[in-house]
Nanobody, 123 residues
Framework: QLQLVESGGGLVQPGGSLRLSCAAS????????IGWFRQAPGKEREGVSY????????NYADSVKGRFTISRDNARNTVYLQMNSLKPEDTAVYYC????????????????WGQGTQVTVSS
C-alpha cells in the first residue's frame, strides 16, 4: 500500500525554524515528483514547493521563496522541507503529495497524500 507520512510540525515563534519530513512506504520515491502543500482553516489547499524525481529541479510559491528549502534523499525514501524565518501566516496543516513522474503545481494532479502535520507560528 502506497503511503506517505509527514512529521516535524509543531508550535514555533515567529522567526523560528522547522524541518518537515515526508517518508514513503510501499513504494520508492525515485519515480515521483513530491510536492508540499498547506491548508489553513477556511482556505483551499495551496502549493508550497515541489521537487523533481532527481532533485535537480525545484519550485517555490512566491510567499515562501528565500525562506523554505525543499530537498530529497531517495536512498532514505524521504523528502524534506526546511522552513526558516517562519511567519504567523505560515500557520497551516502541511501535506506532502506524490505525483508520478513529472511535476505539476496543480494540487489535484497528485495521487497519493499523507495525513498532514500541523505547523503553528505564534508568539
Amino acid at each position: 500500500q502506497l503511503q506517505l507520512v509527514e512529521s516535524g510540525g509543531g508550535l514555533v515563534q515567529p522567526g523560528g525554524s522547522l524541518r518537515l519530513s515526508c517518508a514513503a512506504s510501499g513504494f520508492t520515491l525515485d519515480d515521483y515528483c513530491i510536492g508540499w502543500f498547506r491548508q489553513a482553516p477556511g482556505k483551499e489547499r495551496e502549493g508550497v514547493s515541489y521537487i523533481s524525481r532527481s532533485g535537480g529541479s525545484t519550485n517555490y510559491a512566491d510567499s515562501v521563496k528565500g525562506r523554505f528549502t525543499i530537498s530529497r534523499d531517495n536512498a532514505r525514501n524521504t523528502v524534506y522541507l526546511q522552513m526558516n524565518s517562519l511567519k504567523p501566516e505560515d500557520t497551516a496543516v502541511y501535506y506532502c503529495g506524490a505525483k508520478y513522474y513529472y511535476c505539476s503545481g496543480y494540487v489535484h494532479s497528485y495521487q497519493t497524500w499523507g495525513q498532514g502535520t500541523q505547523v503553528t507560528v505564534s508568539s
